[in-house]
């Protein structure tokens, strides 16, 4: 990721109360970030950051839409985001992130980088299954379509009514009581 001065929040300078930021995101911040998973958008950020001598609280807001493209079509299309996060900093002796919502940072930082904050909610706000609004409201072909059956060891010759096969290495042992 390339360092970017817009997307560093000085945090030093700071009164303990509540701050408001906005932040529009387009396809130059994308580019900052070295990955084939969202090459454009357009997104607005509210960030509502609160805070106090021994912790920061940041509301994140993002609102738009990121270019995608579709798992079945190979189509771009634009998907719509709207995510809303919160992010705890709290100081300490050390960095650290102590958990994905909670970062560690020491009582001298002078500035708080969010860029790859932003990046990775609105990443992980990207369905796992990216489908062109077309095919959205098509109903699937098979209503199991999560159970479907995608291994097996049986061949296509095998009888698939026999449940009671058993394997006859297992006649042997049975035979052992």
Same mark, same amino acid.
């Given at each position: @990721? ?32 070295? +990955?084939?998973?969202? +090459? ?15 912790? @920061? ?15 079945? !079509?190979?189509? #771009?299309?634009? +998907? ?18 102590? &958990?994905? #919502? ?37 109903? #699937? ?5 999560? !159970? ?12 698939? &009514? ?16």
């Amino acid at each position: @990721m390339k360092k970017d001065s817009q997307f560093d929040l000085n945090i030093a300078k700071l009164a303990d109360k509540m701050h408001h930021y906005a932040f529009e995101l387009g396809p130059d911040f994308f580019a900052r970030f070295d +990955q084939q998973l969202i +090459q454009e958008g357009n997104l607005h950020v509210d960030l509502n950051l609160l805070k106090t001598d021994r912790l @920061m609280t940041l509301d994140f807001h993002i609102k738009g839409t990121v270019q995608v493209t579709c798992d079945r !079509s190979l189509d #771009d299309f634009d +998907q719509p985001i709207d995510v809303q996060r919160q992010l705890l900093v709290r100081f300490g002796d050390t960095y650290a992130e102590l &958990d994905e #919502d909670v970062l560690q940072i020491t009582s001298d930082t002078q500035v708080l980088p969010i860029a790859q904050h932003l990046f990775d909610y609105i990443g992980l706000a990207i369905p796992m299954k990216k489908l062109h609004p077309r095919f959205q409201n098509e109903p #699937d072909e098979n209503p199991d379509a999560d !159970s479907k059956l995608i291994f097996t060891t049986r061949t296509e010759g095998e009888d698939d &009514d026999d449940d009671d096969y058993t394997d006859p290495r297992w006649n042997a042992l049975r035979n052992l009581n």
